[in-house]
């Protein structure tokens, strides 16, 4: 087996898991995986955004409604330079964007790479089986 044989076959392999955390992270970059003001994210969001950082499929508790913090506890809070009502810096939206083109450029570039691997390797049932395994073995490990 050649190292071009040997990179498909792991990229099939990987593809799903690649795909996945690109996308989970681009949700999560503008945190649309956690309630703030009157947005609340969708349980399937949520759940995937748990996969992603915990590894558990569960919801996230991020947006329990505690007890809000008393006067005494606001004004003991320690304030920071970002605290304002201003929002976040222009450095941190670019970035956030960049971000959001990256993972958007690698779900791109792993399609064109699984379409690559499954019309191009030599054993195409290999290629079949390792894409479908590597699909299937994070599902089945979340459910033991």
Known sequence: MNIRQLHA??????APSVLFFALTGSLQIFSLHEAHGSYTPPALIEKLSSIHKDQVFAASHHHDHAAPPSS???AA???HDDDDDKGPALGTVL?????????????TSTCFGLWIGLTHVIHKRVGW???IAGA?????????
Do not use: R
């Open 9 to 14: 076959y792991i990229g099939l392999f990987i």
């Open 72 to 74: 005494a506890a606001k």
């Open 95 to 107: 970035l956030k964007w960049y971000f959001l083109a990256v993972a958007l450029g690698l779900v």
């Open 77 to 79: 809070a320690p304030k």
């Open 129 to 131: 089986i390792l894409l």
């Open 136 to 144: 299937m073995i994070p599902v089945v490990l979340l459910l033991i």
